[in-house]
Every structure is written in C-alpha cells, then in structure tokens.
C-alpha cells in the first residue's frame, strides 16, 4: 500500500478485556516497529520486528502485551487483560534496512489506534 | 542506554520569523538522528535525518537541522515559518553500532506555534 496502514484507528474497552490491534506496514519493508504514545511516557518503544529474526521485545511492558508478525507482513498488537494505564495511541512503523548495516532506514509511521479502556 | 531531551514543552514563534526547536542527546555510539513532525490525529512524518556527512541537513518543508557533536546537538530550524508549521515536533536517536538494534528513542515533543 501506499503507507502504513492501522486498524481500528479507535478503540474503545472495558478493563479486562482483550484487544488486537492491526498493523500493515508499506509493502517490502522487512522492519516493523510498535510504538506507544501516552500523555505521561511520550513515545516509548515496544517491540520490533525484523524479517525472519526473532523480534525484540525489549520494550513491551508486560506479559499482558504481546505481538506477532504473520508471513512477514501484517502484524498484530495484543493486550491482554486490559487497564486503564493501557490507554494510549499505539503506533506502527515499518521501514526498509539495509543490508551491511548501514542503518540508514527512515520508519515510516501509521495514523495509530488510539485506545481507550474505561 | 540512550536517551534524548527536548527542552522546551512549547514554541511561540511569529509568522515570518525564524524558528528554533531544540533536541540533545545521548548515545554511546555514533548517532542517527531524526527529526519528526505530527499533526492532530496524524501519524508521526519524517522530517529529516543525520546520519554522515555534512553537519547541516536540509528537510522537508523548508526545515533544516545541524548535527553538533561536541554539544551533543541537533536543533530543528526554518528560517521562516508559517502559521501551518503549527505542529508537535519529536527530536529521535538511535545508536548506529550494528548490533543496537534499530528501534528510535523519542524526545518528549515540543509543541510549535506560529502565529499570524
């Protein structure tokens, strides 16, 4: 497509519930990214994902977050249990790298899922 | 660990006038340094980068950024705004080692306003 796309771009839950957020990043892009953006923390990393490699999860808060990237394409962001620190706007990002390591990759952001738990 | 700090919470800044947003940083590595805009309900748009070279960096938008090691800096600047450059402008770093990983470490934003 011709940008990172997000679905839903809102979300609206009850606390304890679960949710799945989508992402489809720029086609050909082997990185993708999860981001979170909230009032007190700003933007925090979550996790990323790297072509075949197993993804870094560095970033995910609990073991309530997890995320998966099927057939290295679309990926889904899923919150467990859900609370109300968990409401935030979580962003997807893809991005080509190089090889070499060069690192000269620009993520490209999508439009995000702004999620609110009540 | 590395980290990136935009002093500023906000911007005033006239139409016409040349606007400063500010961003250091700190990484053990040789820093990649981005610079990101984000409209109201918008995704985050990349504006610039530094990765080598020549210390100033021309953008997006008339925006430009200088890459200054020895004080660890890489300010946003236009030399003229508008009142649509009304935005929040993250400031980001990533280490360049190979081996960091490649996820962006985030300033906290600063908001700009322009006003007519």
């Known amino acids: 497509g011709a940008g990172v796309s997000q679905s839903p771009s809102n979300k609206v839950t009850e606390k304890g519930k679960d949710v799945e957020l989508r992402c489809d990043p720029i086609s050909g892009h082997t990185a993708l990214y999860w981001y979170r953006q909230s009032l007190g923390q700003g933007l925090e990393f979550l996790i990323y994902?790297?072509?075949?490699?197993?993804?870094?999860k560095s970033g995910l808060p609990s073991d309530r977050f997890s995320a998966e990237r099927t057939g290295g394409s679309v990926s889904t962001l899923t919150i467990q249990r859900t609370q109300q620190e968990d409401s935030a706007v979580y962003l997807c990002a893809s991005s080509l790298v190089w090889a070499g390591g060069s690192g000269k990759n620009i993520q490209y952001f999508g439009a995000g899922t702004r999620l609110s738990v009540l | 660990a590395q980290s990136v700090a935009q002093p500023e919470d906000q911007v005033n800044v006239a139409e016409g006038n040349p606007l400063t947003v500010k961003c250091t940083y700190s990484v053990s590595g040789n820093p990649y340094l981005f610079w990101y805009v984000q409209y109201p309900n918008r995704g985050l748009q990349f504006l610039l980068k530094?990765?080598?070279?020549?210390?100033l960096v021309k953008g997006s938008y008339g925006f430009e950024a200088e890459f200054n090691k020895s004080q660890t800096s890489f300010h946003l600047k236009k030399p003229s705004a508008l009142v649509s450059d009304s935005a929040l402008y993250f400031c980001?770093?990533?280490?360049?080692?190979?081996?960091?990983?490649?996820?962006?470490?985030f300033g906290g934003g600063t908001r700009l306003m322009v006003k007519p």
């Open positions: 980001a770093v990533r280490d360049g080692n190979n081996n960091a990983g490649n996820m962006l470490t």
């Open positions: 994902f790297q072509g075949n490699s197993a993804p870094d």
């Open positions: 530094y990765i080598t070279g020549d210390n």
